[in-house]
């Protein structure tokens, strides 16, 4: 077993793949266990644009997607349940809290990381998973569990969006960024993770600009550190690398 492993945990598959991918790519060639939890398999999405499958048939296409975007990138096979893409916020927060933590107990993490607790986007599935893996979180550590170091908040700092006019996500004062992660020398990679998410290129604009602004987007990721029980920390190590 690795002796270092992160869980990501969000609410659809691509979640993984736009704003954090380039960084489990990293993580994962550096000998990292990245493991992907997922709480729907992403049905309310899009089919594609032609679709590309039925409706009743998307969960399982986007599934796929899922399995190829974390081959891709290098991490474990992802853990995809079962609940209904849309309508997490009517899912009981003690139960939403329990599928994380009992993974936090299987897989002994060092850093988790999810959504900020307003969804970055104000998606209300993403503000859910948010507070489940805050309160999955607190109730481990609180059970006295000394394997984690951090949980942390996928960010966009505010300069960045301001100068993509990126207007209509949560953003984060410059100063309250954590990490920055340079992740160009895996964007081929990072990318590639991208377009395994084949029905869901078409609401994604930032794939049709320029390559110079796609760069400015995607070939940094930027994270909010919300809890530390230690002063160090995979991410902050991986941030302060050459």
């Not at 590309?52 to 190829?68: D, M, P, Q, S, W």
């Not at 009981?92 to 970055?120: C, K, M, N, Y």
């Not at 084949?198 to 994604?204: D, I, L, V």
Request: proline share 5%; glycine share 6%.
């Amino acid at each position: 077993m690795s002796e270092h492993c992160l869980l990501a945990v969000f609410a659809h598959p691509d979640d993984e793949a736009f704003r954090c991918g380039g960084t489990l790519a990293l993580l994962a060639h550096s000998g990292v266990l990245v493991h992907v939890l997922t709480f729907t398999r992403g049905q309310a999405g899009s089919c594609g644009q032609p679709p590309v499958c039925a409706r009743e048939e998307l969960g399982v296409v986007r599934t796929n997607e899922l399995l190829c975007s974390c081959q891709t990138l290098g991490l474990e096979a992802p853990l995809v349940l079962d609940y209904e893409d849309g309508r997490l916020i009517e899912v009981a927060q003690d139960e939403g809290v329990a599928q994380i933590t009992s993974r936090i107990q299987s897989f002994h993490p060092q850093v988790v990381l999810t959504w900020p607790l307003d969804g970055l986007s104000g998606h209300p599935d993403h503000a859910a998973v948010s507070r489940w893996t805050l309160a999955a979180y607190q109730q481990v550590m609180n059970a006295g569990y000394d394997d984690l170091a951090a949980l942390y908040y996928l960010a966009i700092p505010d300069s960045l969006a301001k100068k993509l006019g990126l207007d209509q996500l949560h953003t984060l004062p410059d100063n309250e960024i954590t990490v920055t992660i340079n992740v160009q020398s895996v964007w081929n990679q990072k990318i590639a993770a991208i377009a395994c998410h084949h029905t869901q290129a078409g609401e994604s604009p930032i794939l049709q600009a320029p390559l110079e602004r796609q760069i400015r987007f995607l070939g940094q990721e930027h994270f909010f550190r919300s809890i530390a029980s230690q002063p160090d920390d995979m991410l902050l190590r991986l941030a302060n690398s050459p």
